[in-house]
């Protein structure tokens, strides 16, 4: 049908293209006019023709998106009642934050459905007879569990080791011979530090072959957990990058298994105020996360930044997951970005520079001796000076917050939590890597101003 609808226009080559905007630019520089660079130093072109586009990368996997509740368990009976809510409202997966290993896993999960859930335990602590515990109840039970462990994440995030590098590779190496999927990299840190994308899929790759080349029989797929950004079709890119990269590294020791990716929205470009414009930020964030591949999807609630966990802020974003998946038809299509010119050229530029940097990592140390000696922190604050910059001269815009704001909005009565940087001075081994919102200096002055008023 569509050779006989097509059939008499003549194909157009880049070439062609090419002159004719050239002819319309009436004498302006086609790079200078047409042509810019990311933060990554990738050059974006005006168009992407099928006759430039010769590498054909190879196609993710896509089974659909999961949608995934966070529960943080501090009450075990509220835990294991508002797990069940969830999951009649629409979720799909269960990603339960547990901070010690004291937890009944008989409470936690009583009544809970076993079909087509995945439930994941996020631990905070580091114990091998604890996931010993778990893989016999999940096996007893006929529960679908995947435990989220990472060590090197909590080097990264907090400064300090479980325990130390020795005895907490040496529980991760215990943890091996169970017959359950436990292995996890929080890389969602990066991204909300000010990384750059090239940086997160190289300080992932990293991060993940510390355990590759540390941890002996690993059987069982690992987990990204990252978070998208705001850059639509460099996120969707990053995400295929990402599996690229895994898959690429993965053979090299043997492994065939994929790895399973968990997205949620960048806290990083949140605002306090004009809160209602972080659903649309986390609205295309999740657009992004779908089309490049995730596995699983977690949203995060408008008021996350300075509400407790509510079940209004829970619902409506998981309703936005829903609308996504079932009234948008997100989830009808396979690899709906698969052979888009412009995504596979950005695709493969990323994968490129990431794969450079990655082995520059390795060729002085590893991502270990890097934290320790300080330049992975050193490099994200460097890139995250540059978007700062970016923001305060307002070339980089938040909506409602450095442009256009509503100066009549107040907040100092709305806060439930502390939505700025924490400080915890104490003994660390490294300089933990911080997260921090662009919008936090213009927040706080707001804020001063409003007590003043």
Excluded at 327 to 354: C, H, M, R, W
């Amino acid at each position: 049908m569509a050779k006989e609808l097509f059939k008499e226009f003549e194909p157009v080559s880049s070439k062609q293209w090419k002159q004719q905007i050239q002819f319309e630019l009436k004498g302006a520089d086609y790079n200078e006019t047409l042509v810019w660079e990311s933060p990554e130093g990738i050059k974006v072109k005006p168009f992407y023709h099928r006759d430039e586009n010769e590498v054909k990368l190879p196609s993710p996997v896509s089974n659909g998106f999961k949608i995934v509740q966070n529960i943080y368990v501090y009450d075990v009976k509220k835990s294991n009642e508002r797990a069940s809510e969830s999951l009649q409202r629409g979720a799909e997966c269960i990603r339960f934050t547990l901070e010690n290993e004291t937890v009944s896993l008989d409470e936690l999960m009583l009544n809970l459905p076993k079909e087509k859930v995945t439930y994941y335990f996020n631990l905070l602590f580091l114990s091998a007879e604890f996931i010993k515990k778990v893989c016999t109840f999940s096996s007893q039970n006929d529960y679908n569990i995947v435990v989220l462990q990472d060590a090197v994440g909590q080097l990264s995030k907090d400064g300090n080791w479980f325990a130390s590098l020795e005895k907490d590779f040496s529980e991760l190496n215990l943890i091996a011979g169970l017959n359950i999927p436990f292995l996890s990299c929080k890389t969602d840190l990066y991204q909300n530090a000010g990384a750059n994308i090239v940086q997160q899929l190289a300080y992932s790759l990293a991060h993940v072959n510390e355990y590759f080349t540390r941890i002996e029989n690993i059987s069982s797929p690992i987990t990204f957990e990252v978070s998208v950004g705001t850059n639509f079709f460099f996120e969707i890119a990053k995400l295929r990058a990402l599996r690229l990269l895994f898959n690429t590294l993965a053979k090299e020791y043997n492994h065939d298994f994929d790895c399973h990716i968990i997205a949620t929205p960048t806290k990083r470009n949140k605002t306090l105020y004009d809160y209602n414009v972080n659903m649309l930020r986390t609205t295309t964030e999740c657009m992004s996360a779908i089309l490049g591949g995730a596995d699983a999807i977690s949203n995060l609630a408008y008021d996350a930044i300075y509400h407790k966990d509510n079940e209004f802020g829970d619902r409506i974003a998981r309703n936005q997951l829903l609308v996504l998946k079932h009234e948008s038809y997100f989830n009808e299509v396979n690899n709906p970005s698969d052979g888009a010119y412009y995504i596979e050229s950005i695709t493969e530029q990323l994968a490129e520079k990431a794969l450079t940097l990655f082995k520059d990592i390795e060729a002085n140390g590893g991502f270990i001796t890097q934290l320790i000696e300080g330049t992975i922190q050193r490099k994200i604050n460097e890139s995250a000076q540059k978007e700062q910059d970016l923001f305060d001269s307002g070339k980089e815009v938040l909506l409602g917050t450095n442009k256009y704001p509503n100066k009549n909005d107040k907040m100092t009565n709305d806060l439930e939590l502390f939505p700025f940087v924490k400080t915890n001075p104490r003994k660390t081994l490294i300089t933990p890597i911080i997260e921090r919102r662009l919008a936090e200096k213009l927040e706080q002055e707001r804020l001063s101003l409003e007590k003043l008023s």
